[in-house]
C-alpha cells in the first residue's frame, strides 16, 4: 500500500506542479508584455509583422523555461539519488523519463506564453502608442 501511496502522491504533486509552472508562465509572459505594450506598439507603427511580434514574445518566454527547465533537470538528477528507494522500475537517472518530462514542461510553457503573444500581437498601435 505504501508504493501505491507515494505514487499517487507524487502523481499528484506533479500535476499541481504543472499547473503552477503555467500559471506562472503566464503570468510572468504577461507582465512582460504588460511593461512593454509601448515598444511593441512602435514596433507595430514602424511595420513589423504580427509574425515578428508573436515571434520575439514565444522567444523570451522559451528562454526563461528552457533555463527553469535546465536548473530543474540538475535538481532532479541530485534529488533522484535520496529517493532511490521509492522509484520502482526506473533508475535514478532514467533518461527516457527526464525527457519526457522535459518536454511536458516545454509544451506546458509554450502554452503558457502563446497566450500573452497573441494577445501583444492584437494590439492596436495608435493605443499602444498613448497608453502611459
Not at 76 to 88: C, I
Amino acid at each position: 500500500a505504501r508504493p501505491r501511496f507515494y505514487a499517487a502522491l507524487f502523481g499528484v504533486l506533479g500535476v499541481l506542479a504543472a499547473a503552477l509552472a503555467a500559471v506562472g508562465i503566464y503570468g510572468v509572459v504577461a507582465y512582460m508584455v504588460t511593461r512593454r505594450t509601448r515598444e511593441i506598439g512602435i514596433r507595430m507603427a514602424l511595420g513589423a509583422p504580427r509574425s515578428r511580434i508573436l515571434t520575439l514574445v514565444l522567444g523570451q518566454g522559451a528562454a526563461l523555461a528552457g533555463l527553469g527547465i535546465a536548473i530543474g533537470l540538475i535538481g532532479a538528477l541530485n534529488l533522484t539519488q535520496y529517493l532511490r528507494a521509492m522509484l520502482f522500475g526506473l533508475g535514478p537517472s532514467d533518461p527516457t523519463t527526464f525527457v519526457a518530462v522535459a518536454l511536458a514542461f516545454a509544451g506546458i510553457a509554450a502554452l503558457g506564453c502563446y497566450l500573452p503573444a497573441r494577445r501583444a500581437t492584437r494590439l492596436d498601435p495608435l493605443t499602444a502608442l498613448r497608453e502611459e
